[in-house]
């Protein structure tokens, strides 16, 4: 069926290429997610505040089918938006779009990569095994790419690698979605906006745990069976709040985890990660954020072996990590004891230099000159 519509949609975009390419037309392109809070986003309020500009947003809400009603948005996709797309002089996107390998862009049509990730962690892209079909449409679709953009100098090599691009397509002009991290916010009004949601938080630390999905229901669960919220409580429930936000993808709850405060539906974790006075992860890539503004980090990784042999990351991971590793809670609550030490003080700044180079705040900035100003002139 997924071959079918994907059919479908290239037919009509490619129909639609008979149409004049509109050059102030940038087109924003979210294949899995509805919310453009990532790097796609932050480059969609720049090019927004610089005017001149038709935008266009393409999102997974256009594939959303909750209703009847939901049909109009979706013809909508396969026809207007896939016409919109067809024409636009500028694409802009955050993920890989399958259908992409088919479709046949102007060469005046610049197509830009920004990534939902920043630097590198877990192995994505080309560096993972797929399906033949799946990894036919990735190369195909790789061909389509004008630029890849990457948070740091010393990742580009492996984002070349994994998007299947010549290095030189590789722009290491930093992450946009960094720049979050860099704008003035008022902590204390954002820590009283938290309260009021989540009042049993008040006047407590945040000790928020992030992790990741993992590749069947079976082994999501196991997230939750391998946190005991009465034992962390008994030894900091005083002082201190156990904050749950489980990955989009995890189909199960963590608000049926008596103790614990399920933030999983929380808008922002960005915000999250500023608010936090401390983050466990496991293998996500929020761990990013939280080295970038020099959080505290612990990593739950009970289940590694079976991870590593799954996914596995680019470098060796206990080594790599800018944190503390336990392997089963009781370690956990620990290394929850004790203040992070010197040396994984040290290890967080290593970690923050590889992947994010000399952060400073103007990313989107280079990036939207770059790709808008810059191309102009050639």
């Known amino acids: 069926m997924k071959r079918f519509f994907y059919f479908l949609y290239s037919l009509f975009f490619n129909f639609c290429r008979i149409f004049t390419v509109k050059t102030n037309r940038v087109t924003f392109l979210s294949p899995h997610r509805?919310?453009?809070?990532?790097?796609?986003?932050?480059?969609?309020?720049?090019?927004?505040?610089?005017?001149?500009?038709?935008?266009?947003k393409i999102s997974a809400a256009d594939l959303d089918f909750k209703s009847v009603k939901s049909i109009p948005v979706i013809l909508g996709f396969f026809t207007k938006k896939a016409y919109l797309l067809a024409t636009s002089g500028y694409v802009f996107l955050n993920d890989n779009f399958m259908p992409m390998g088919t479709l046949n862009f102007s060469k005046k049509t610049v197509v830009t990569q920004l990534w939902h990730a920043e630097g590198v962690f877990k192995k994505f892209g080309l560096h993972i095994p797929q399906p033949e079909d799946?990894?036919?449409?990735?190369?195909?679709?790789?061909?389509?790419?004008?630029?890849?953009?990457?948070?740091?100098?010393?990742?580009?090599?492996?984002?070349?690698?994994?998007?299947?691009?010549?290095e030189d397509q590789v722009l290491p002009l930093g992450a946009p979605r960094a720049d979050n991290f860099f704008l003035p916010v008022d902590e204390a009004a954002l820590r009283e906006k938290f309260d009021a949601l989540y009042p049993q938080c008040k006047n407590k630390k945040l000790?928020?745990?992030?992790?990741?999905?993992?590749?069947?229901?079976?082994?999501?669960?196991?997230?939750?069976d391998n946190l005991n919220?009465?034992?962390?409580?008994?030894?900091?429930?005083?002082?201190?709040?156990?904050?749950?936000?489980?990955?989009?993808?995890?189909?199960?709850?963590?608000?049926?985890?008596?103790?614990?405060?399920?933030?999983?539906?929380?808008?922002?974790?960005?915000?999250?990660?500023?608010?936090?006075?401390?983050?466990?992860?496991?293998?996500?890539?929020?761990?990013?954020?939280?080295?970038?503004?020099?959080?505290?980090?612990?990593?739950?990784?009970?289940d590694l072996d079976k991870y590593a042999n799954d996914r596995q990351f680019y470098f060796d991971y206990e080594t790599y990590v800018p944190g503390p590793v336990a392997r089963d809670f009781d370690t956990l609550l620990n290394l929850l004891s004790d203040d992070i030490s010197i040396a994984y003080s040290q290890k967080e700044k290593k970690f923050r230099e590889f992947n994010f180079g000399n952060p400073d705040g103007s990313s989107t900035k280079r990036v939207v000159d770059y790709i808008l100003e810059q191309e102009k002139t050639k």
Do not use: W
């Open 34 to 56: 509805e919310n453009f809070t990532d790097s796609l986003g932050m480059v969609l309020k720049e090019v927004e505040n610089r005017g001149g500009y038709e935008i266009v």
């Open 134 to 166: 799946i990894r036919k449409r990735e190369l195909n679709g790789a061909r389509r790419l004008t630029y890849v953009v990457c948070s740091s100098p010393d990742v580009a090599p492996l984002y070349a690698q994994a998007f299947g691009v010549r």
């Open 229 to 302: 919220v009465k034992a962390f409580n008994a030894r900091y429930g005083e002082t201190s709040s156990l904050l749950i936000r489980l990955h989009p993808q995890i189909r199960h709850t963590a608000s049926d985890l008596e103790g614990a405060v399920d933030v999983t539906d929380y808008e922002d974790v960005g915000e999250l990660t500023r608010l936090c006075d401390a983050m466990i992860t496991d293998y996500s890539s929020v761990c990013m954020d939280a080295a970038l503004i020099g959080k505290p980090l612990y990593f739950y990784a009970f």
């Open 207 to 224: 000790i928020l745990y992030a992790p990741t999905f993992r590749d069947n229901p079976e082994d999501d669960k196991k997230l939750l």
